[in-house]
């Protein structure tokens, strides 16, 4: 970001540099492992500093409050991400691919090492293992929260 010339880039230059570089560099990562909460905050930190225009360690009026500018646009905001949130909605992706696509490559290998006798969502899922699968099971919350099973045709329910 420091080789930017922000003064060079108008407000809607910036958020597009924002959207389409800065938030978008640690995708893979935040797809894999959890990332640290004070890593996260000090992305966000330089986020806001490219986007409110500081200068060492002068420091400009804030308009509007972050947490406005993450809504989506629709709801009077910019659209930007809120690091932290979408790190978990990343891998509550990853947790989803493991319950729906039973036949891939990906489940296969995470259930024989991780969860041989159950299913992803069991309580009883080890998590004393690698980094990787204790991110995908801190992804299960919001996963549990944000799911629904729907009856379909009823052939896949269990009486």
Known sequence: MQGWKE???????????????????????????KLPRSLCKDIEMLIRKLWWGYKGESRKTHWIGWKKLCLPKCQGGLGFK????????MLGKQMWRLMHNQHSLFYKGFKAKYFPNGSILDDSVKENRSYAWQSIL????????????????GKSVLI
């Open 138 to 153: 801190k992804a299960r919350r919001v996963v549990r929260l944000g799911g629904r099973w729907r009856i379909g045709d």
């Open 82 to 89: 809120d690091i932290e949130n979408f790190n978990l909605a």
């Open 7 to 33: 003064k060079m880039l108008s407000q809607g230059g910036r958020e597009v540099l924002i959207k389409v570089v800065l938030q978008a560099m640690p995708i893979f990562t935040m797809g894999c492992v």
